[in-house]
């Protein structure tokens, strides 16, 4: 058997053009959606992540703005930053990159992120908001698998999903969509006893741990839709590459679809940022809008 290869690219390009049109759309209403990028500090990884969104930022019609701070900026120094682009109603979206210099507390500045804004979905307003099965921003990641995950399989319901990895930006609320979706859900980890014999068990498997090709054939049901969220650099031959936390070549001798890396979930992380966007810039306009015409009933 060989696996159905899942375009995370192709796939990411439609969710952009939905994205472009419904940019139109708003500035038709003169709204212009716009995102702050925060990085602070030179991390290299970060550096061209940040480069990529703001790119397809670009690409899609959304101003983007572009705030670096030095690695050793102090933390009341991003706090700052953050109340000011909070306050700033051109401003529709905050994203921070991490991961940050040590000194800073990560979940502290996150926290101060209006959860209105906050693009990434990592305030704990919307994560409690996604575990309620509300309609809240939800981190870019996870709804991009998921996307691929319908894309592919079509209605999830009833399906044993096994995410490996619990992570606050990945595993956890991958967990969140997928008990959404109206799976069956088993969240694996290091301290799971034989993560391997349950991961067997699995019609979906979102692997997102870190550790280069560790599920191979032998950790999946034939058939199985394999979604690898992984990107790790490795030394093979003298040469240095990207692969994902599956075994790919392996993997797709038993899975009946799978995602490459890159081409796969990478892409989709980007799409559905630019997404979220304009879905915080849609509810902001509403919300001033029905602020406006309270004040005027009140007053007329
Ligand atoms: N660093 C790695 N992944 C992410 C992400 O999804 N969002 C942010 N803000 N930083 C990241």
């Known amino acids: 058997m060989s696996a159905h290869i899942i375009d995370g690219k192709a796939a990411a390009a439609r969710v952009l053009q939905q994205v472009r049109h419904d940019v139109n759309t708003l500035k038709a209403e003169g709204i212009e959606p716009a995102l702050a990028v925060i990085l602070v500090g030179n991390d290299a990884a970060s550096e061209v992540y940040v480069r990529n969104k703001i790119l397809r930022a670009g690409e899609a019609g959304i101003h983007s703005l572009e705030h670096r701070l030095p690695a050793n900026s102090s ?42 804004k906050d693009v990434d979905g990592f305030h704990s307003e919307n994560v409690g908001g996604l575990s309620q099965g509300r309609n809240v921003l939800t981190p870019c990641t996870p709804s991009g ?53 349950l991961c067997q068990l699995a019609d979906i498997v979102v692997a997102a741990v870190g550790r280069p090709r560790l599920i191979d054939a032998s950790w999946l049901k034939r058939g199985a839709v394999v979604i690898d969220v992984g990107i790790n650099r490795i030394e093979d031959h003298g040469r240095s590459r990207l692969v994902g936390d599956v075994d790919f070549d392996s993997a797709s001798e038993v899975a009946a679809a799978i995602t490459p890396v ?39």
């Open 75 to 116: 933390q009341a120094r991003l706090l700052a930053l953050i109340a000011e682009l909070n306050a700033d109603n051109t401003v529709n979206g905050i994203l921070l990159q991490l991961p940050l210099p040590a000194h800073i507390e990560e979940n502290r500045v996150l926290q101060a992120i209006d959860p209105g």
């Open 262 to 300: 890159p081409g796969g979930v990478g892409p989709m992380t980007i799409a559905f940022l630019m997404k979220n966007t304009v879905t915080a810039a849609r509810q902001q306009a509403h919300a001033q809008r029905s602020q406006s015409e309270a004040v005027c009933l009140s007053t007329c």
């Open 145 to 197: 698998c998921l996307h691929l995950l319908e894309e592919t399989c079509g209605d999830l319901s009833g399906k044993h999903a096994v995410v490996i990895g619990r992570s606050n930006i990945v595993g956890k609320p991958m967990a969140a969509l997928l008990l959404q979706a109206h799976c069956s859900v088993t969240v694996v980890h290091s301290r799971s006893n034989d993560a391997r014999a």
